[in-house]
Nanobody, 123 residues
Framework: VQLVESGGGLVQAGGSVRLSCAASGRTFSSYALGWFRQAPGLEREFVAAVSWSGGRAYYADSVKGRFTISRDNAKNTMYLQMDSLKPEDTAVYYC?????????????????WGQGTQVTVSS
């Protein structure tokens, strides 16, 4: 599975951005997918993850109620809708895929990664 993120950029605090993750590979629909982010000087952290069907979604406490993860298996694409953005959301955002039925929430459980897209939230 190859993953390519898009949709990052500069946005003001309180604004919204939607990230996309386009995947190649015929088995995309069987993979759990996730979003992680990494700010300068910090470790990569979990943001959100979704099951292969889209029926189960999990969020980090810091983004719960503001971010929404979704996927469209027909389009081989995953999304992260980010609303009410804060300066502390500034980071490089990565999408990741895991070939397992359970939905992992730790980076080491994901075997496939995109190259990342920068999101900068100005105050």
């Amino acid at each position: 599975v190859q993953l390519v993120e898009s949709g990052g950029g500069l946005v003001q605090a309180g604004g919204s951005v939607r990230l996309s993750c386009a995947a190649s590979g015929r088995t995309f629909s069987s993979y759990a997918l996730g979003w992680f982010r990494q700010a300068p000087g910090l470790e990569r952290e979990f943001v959100a993850a979704v099951s292969w069907s889209g029926g189960r979604a999990y969020y980090a406490d810091s983004v719960k109620g503001r971010f929404t993860i979704s996927r469209d298996n027909a389009k081989n694409t995953m999304y992260l809708q980010m609303d009410s953005l804060k300066p502390e959301d500034t980071a490089v955002y990565y999408c990741a895929a895991a070939n397992q039925e359970n939905v992992p929430r730790t980076a080491r459980m994901f075997g496939y990664w995109g190259q990342g897209t920068q999101v900068t939230v100005s105050s």
